[in-house]
């Protein structure tokens, strides 16, 4: 009595993996992949393994050319911006008295980074600027939050006390809101603050939460080394 054992069917994994694991077929039998025909993507007619090859890498070069473009794009962004900082850190280094600072500051962000609402208070100030209008309307909230932020916020307008600052600037109420907080040294440091940077816009998708916040972090930390000639 004799069994006959069941060979499985072959599968296109099996001959995908025989093709990978034997790079020299092809080279044997060339006629085989001059002669096979597949689906362009472009459309339903028939091509040669070679054309779509071509179109793949077409495909992939153009891609690349999209990235290089996008590179260059923010580039160029991100040197406008460094000028624009490098103007606006010149700006309040220029500024001789301690007590036109903060009005050089918020003048600057408005100007030059086309920020619709600005206002900025300090507080621990040495002794000739305490009765000075940055110095006033921080409560004990504001200043603990101030402190309790290592990075900045950036969201909407949900009535945070801050933003009342803005409105006594402005007039107007704003929508979205970033709140950097001014601290000696780095702002991610355990140094509580000794002030409040915020920037308001009627666009709610200005300040966004989702946003990056590193330029607006290295805006604080220049913002806080210039405002310490108040202290």
């Known amino acids: 009595m004799t069994t006959s054992s069941h060979i499985p069917p072959i599968t296109e994994d099996d ?11 092809f080279e044997r039998h060339a006629e085989v992949l001059a002669s096979v025909q597949i689906t362009s993507p472009h459309g339903a007619r028939a091509v040669s393994l070679q054309e779509r090859q071509a179109e ?12 290089i473009m996008e590179m260059v794009r923010h580039s160029h962004e991100n040197a406008a911006i460094a000028a624009k900082v490098h103007q606006w850190t010149g700006a309040l280094l220029q500024v001789r008295d301690p007590m036109d600072l ?12 086309d920020v619709p609402q600005a206002a900025v208070r300090v507080w621990g100030v040495a002794g000739p600027y305490i009765d000075a209008d940055f110095t006033q309307g921080a409560s004990e909230d504001s200043r603990a ?7 900045p916020f950036c969201g909407p307008n949900l009535g945070f006390e801050p933003a009342a600052w803005l409105a006594q600037e402005s007039g107007a109420a ?9 601290r000696e040294g780095a702002i991610d440091s355990a140094t509580p603050a000794f002030g409040l940077l915020v920037l308001g816009s009627p666009d709610p998708q200005r300040f966004d939460a989702t946003m990056a916040t590193d330029f607006l972090s290295r805006m604080a930390e220049l913002a806080s080394a210039a405002l310490m000639r108040l202290r």
């Open 102 to 113: 903060p009005h050089a500051l918020v003048d600057g962000l408005q100007t030059l980074f």
């Open 56 to 67: 793949m890498l077409r495909e992939k070069i153009k891609g690349l050319e999209l990235r």
């Open 174 to 182: 704003a929508q979205s809101l970033a709140l950097l907080p001014l």
């Open 15 to 25: 001959i995908a993996q025989f093709l990978t694991q034997t790079p020299g077929f």
């Open 145 to 151: 939050f101030a402190t309790s932020l290592t990075m």
